[in-house]
Structures are given as C-alpha cells and as structure tokens.
C-alpha cells in the first residue's frame, strides 16, 4: 500500500489532483487509514495510468 504522497512521487500527478480524482470518484484508494490517509494499491496505480 501507498500513501498519496508516495504516489505523487512515484508518478508525476499532484496530491491535490489524486484528492481531486477521489472526490469524483474517478481513482478511488483502495482504503482509508483511521485518520483519513488514503492508501492505494497496484490496481490504483494501473487505473491512474490509464486515466493518465
């Protein structure tokens, strides 16, 4: 699992357009930590490159 800000890295996308792609529902994370950490897994990361 990967945090927002790992994937950011990893990829290139801003954290606020992941936040922005979880808000529409367009690249939801896989869960949430109990603070609210959104946490994505290879299918996220194969959905945002094909979204990208």
Same mark, same amino acid.
């Given at each position: 699992?990967m945090? @927002?800000?790992? @994937?950011? /890295?990893l990829?290139?996308v801003?954290i606020r357009?992941?936040?922005?792609? %979880? =808000?529409?529902g367009l690249l /939801?994370p896989q /869960?949430y930590t109990? =603070?609210?950490y959104r !946490?994505? %897994? %290879?299918?996220?990361?194969?959905? !945002?490159?094909?979204? !990208?």
């Amino acid at each position: 699992m990967m945090t @927002v800000n790992e @994937v950011s /890295k990893l990829t290139g996308v801003s954290i606020r357009a992941l936040q922005y792609y %979880d =808000s529409i529902g367009l690249l /939801k994370p896989q /869960k949430y930590t109990r =603070s609210g950490y959104r !946490l994505y %897994d %290879d299918t996220a990361l194969e959905r !945002l490159q094909q979204i !990208l």
